[in-house]
């Protein structure tokens, strides 16, 4: 009868166990993010290159009349599943994740915008300043401006404008 115990305490156990394992690593996964300590040198300077730039936009909001407020820059790998799961986000593999994106909340005489045109000549100023800054713009994501790891192409530039 013991052996029949431990036995029936090892299945139950393993099946447990087997059972947890993938909510336990999602739930790992869900909450992993990247201190900065282990940041390599190549993605600080970019995170470093991408906040340069979004300073400099923020100049040039200010100098066009616009006003910004701060939306979202970092996002954790558990706010990313969220985000597709509602339907608010297509991808796992967002700049947001990288430290290299960000979106704001735009205010033109005191007026919160949504349209794609308000945001159009701050998207074409973003883009101008490195052919790796992308507008959300592009991809019906207007507050969006990014810093991909790559040159925008020919074909990219053309896209949604």
Known sequence: MKKLTIYITGVYIAVA?????PTVMEWVQD???????????????EQW?????YALLIQYAEDSGYKL???ELYRT???QRK??????????NSYHLKRKAGDFNLFINGKYITHKEAYKPL???WESLSPKNRWGGRF?????????????TEKENNKGL
């Open 140 to 152: 019906n994501d207007s507050p969006h401006m990014e810093r991909m790891d790559r040159e925008r």
């Open 31 to 45: 909450h992993e993010y990247t201190p900065v300590t282990q940041l390599d040198a190549g993605g600080s300077d």
């Open 49 to 53: 290159e991408f906040l340069k730039d």
């Open 123 to 125: 998207g074409i100023y």
């Open 17 to 21: 166990t087997w059972l947890a394992t």
């Open 83 to 92: 985000y597709v799961r509602d339907g608010l986000s297509w991808t796992y």
């Open 77 to 79: 790998m558990y706010q």
């Open 69 to 71: 407020t701060a939306g």
